[in-house]
């Protein structure tokens, strides 16, 4: 009985499923043709022929070939599988980076027989070995590179798909290079970040000035649903007593717009230096609003909220609107955690559910928070209305504050978020 060692077995590349099945078809139609190769007694060529011809009890014959060392085996199977198999480029590499320890173990032997000490082995060594290993492999040095990194760090799903041609190594090795960019960019991010002391989550007060207690810098999420500037009463319900029919504060057009461009400023200088910041928006107040925000902050790719329905306005001369948008705006580069496409769709409350005027679902908060939030992340709404986005970042156990200047809706938030 031959032996199999898995060290030398791991050197054949595998076949797929449908390169199995037929060449155990062809054994069991014509036999085992070729002989399967052993050195001292262990599998060097043959791994598949034996286990079909161990399965069906075929007959073989086997022939023994002589090697000093293991290390002249593992080139004669790799040089073999080269001169045998249409291999691709990537499983080349694979293989050849087999022999990267041979050849290394060459060159040192050279350079004692050269007199150098091994501890010492010169650069042009190192070069030499390089240059055997993509030699062997028929392929570039900078493919070796890449191919190398690929084995060290790719998933197993992802070497597959090399195996098979479904991606290139370029690919591969691109998408590695760009997640070690992304690791090492959060950690500068969480390096710098600033941490705040705040005793409560949720403040009364003006927000202007309970921002400028905290720290500057210590700000890594603005998400917030500020006043438009348009006085805003709903016409959606029939009953007097509905919670859209209430009034907000801060409302009037020019006070709005005013108290949006300090709230900026302030922001400017309490954010991170790495930072995401949403504001809510009517498309009516849009360039009033991305004409102050953009002052103090790159604005990106607007998101679109669907709400599912359409709102009411003009029903006899005008498309009926069922979006809002909302300004995403940054500071510096905080990376999103995976980069989706900018249209939510979440249905609005019904207004017997809402305990704010212009309150947004929890879902969509959640939404949100999931492209930008990353644990230790401080997240701060100036305008917290219905406190949806503290309730939202306790549940996640985000550290966050919400601030009001409406004691009545302070006191409806707070029930609200506490569950009562």
């Not at 042009?124 to 240059?131: E, H, N, W």
């Not at 009463?233 to 009037?252: A, C, E, F, M, Q």
Request: glycine letters at 6%.
């Amino acid at each position: 009985m031959l032996k199999i060692k898995e060290e030398f077995k791991k050197l054949i590349p595998a076949l797929t499923s449908e390169e199995f099945k037929q060449l155990e078809q062809n054994c069991l139609d014509e036999g085992i043709r070729e002989k399967i190769i052993t050195w001292n007694g262990f599998i060097i060529d043959g791994h598949n022929r034996y286990e079909i011809a161990t399965k069906h009890q075929l007959k073989f014959e086997s022939e023994s070939k002589e090697f000093k060392t293991e290390n002249d085996v593992k080139e004669w199977m790799i040089n073999n599988q080269f001169g045998r198999r249409n291999l691709s480029n990537y499983q080349r590499s694979v293989l050849a980076l087999e022999l990267e320890s041979v050849f290394s173990a060459r060159a040192k032997e050279k350079q004692k027989e050269a007199g150098g000490a091994v501890r010492q082995i010169s650069d042009k060594a190192v070069i030499d070995t390089k240059k055997e290993v993509a030699k062997v492999a028929n392929v570039s040095h900078d493919t070796i590179a890449k191919v190398k990194v690929i084995e060290a760090k790719a998933t197993p799903e992802v070497k597959a798909q090399l195996s098979t041609g479904e991606v290139s190594i370029n690919q591969v090795y691109q998408e590695i290079k760009k997640e070690e960019k992304k690791v090492e960019h959060t950690a500068k991010v969480l390096e710098a970040r600033v941490e705040t002391k705040v005793s409560d989550n949720i403040i009364l007060g003006n927000s202007l000035e309970i921002l400028e207690t905290l720290e500057d810098g210590c700000i890594d999420i603005v998400l917030t649903d500020p006043p438009y500037g348009i006085d805003y009463v709903s016409n959606r319900s029939i009953y007097d007593n509905t919670i859209t029919k209430r009034g907000l504060l801060n409302d009037g057009k020019d006070e709005a717009f005013d108290l949006l461009d300090k709230i900026c400023e302030v922001l400017q200088r309490k954010t991170a230096e790495n930072s995401h910041l949403y504001f809510f928006c009517s498309w009516s107040v849009f360039s009033k609003f991305e004409t102050i925000i953009s002052k103090y902050f790159t604005i990106k790719t607007p998101i679109v909220w669907d709400k599912g329905n359409k709102g009411s306005g003009d029903l006899d001369n005008d498309w009926g609107n069922q979006t809002e948008i909302v300004i995403y705006c940054v500071k510096g580069k905080k990376l999103v955690n995976n980069r989706r496409g900018n249209l939510i769709s979440v249905p609005r409350l019904h207004t017997s559910k809402m305990i704010h005027p212009t309150q947004k679902p929890n879902e969509l908060i959640k939404q949100i928070l999931e492209v930008s939030f990353t644990d230790g992340d401080f997240i701060v709404d100036p305008f917290m209305g219905s406190g949806s986005t503290v309730k939202v970042c306790n549940e996640l156990k985000a550290k966050c504050l919400g601030i009001e200047l409406d004691k009545e809706m302070f006191n409806i938030a707070n029930n609200y978020i506490n569950g009562n």
